[in-house]
């Protein structure tokens, strides 16, 4: 699907479903649901050290293709099969290509679960790696 533009209205639902994920990641950890959960942190640090020496990972970078190809290799070994959503945005340094990665989990009820974050740095003049920005959101997931 390609679009093209900014989405501002996109970022305001990204900001409301991830302030909802944390309310209730507390709430399930404040109920004792922590010990149920198959997250790995060992993983998730090591996902994480892989985003974070690929450096600096602006949108249409080849680091930004090489975290890609990364993150839908892990979703792969899930068992998932993650689709890609292309579209250009307008940035303060032009027209750049994006590229949403996204993958379904089939449950055994009707309910809905959105987990989102983003995998790319922002430019700066100086090298960025993104570890607590673009790198530990695509971590944890």
Same mark, same amino acid.
């Given at each position: ?9 996109? *970022?305001?639902?990204?900001? *409301? ?5 944390? *309310? ?19 993983? *998730? ?97």
């Amino acid at each position: 699907m390609k679009h093209s533009g900014t989405r501002p209205a996109t *970022a305001w639902w990204i900001l *409301a479903l991830a302030g909802f994920l944390i *309310a209730a990641a507390v709430y399930g950890v404040q109920r004792g649901g922590l010990n149920n959960s198959p997250f790995s942190e060992r993983r *998730a640090a090591e996902d994480l050290r892989t985003l974070v020496l690929l450096g600096p990972r602006p949108a249409a970078s080849e680091a930004i293709g090489k975290a890609r190809r990364y993150i839908a290799s892990e979703l792969e070994k899930a068992g998932l099969k993650p689709q890609l959503d292309e579209f250009e945005a307008h940035t303060p340094r032009g027209l750049r290509k994006m590229v949403n990665i996204r993958a379904v989990r089939w449950g055994s009820t009707s309910a809905i679960i959105a987990l989102a974050g983003h995998y790319d740095t922002k430019i700066f003049d100086f090298s960025f790696a993104g570890a607590d920005d673009g790198g530990s959101s695509a971590a944890w997931q």
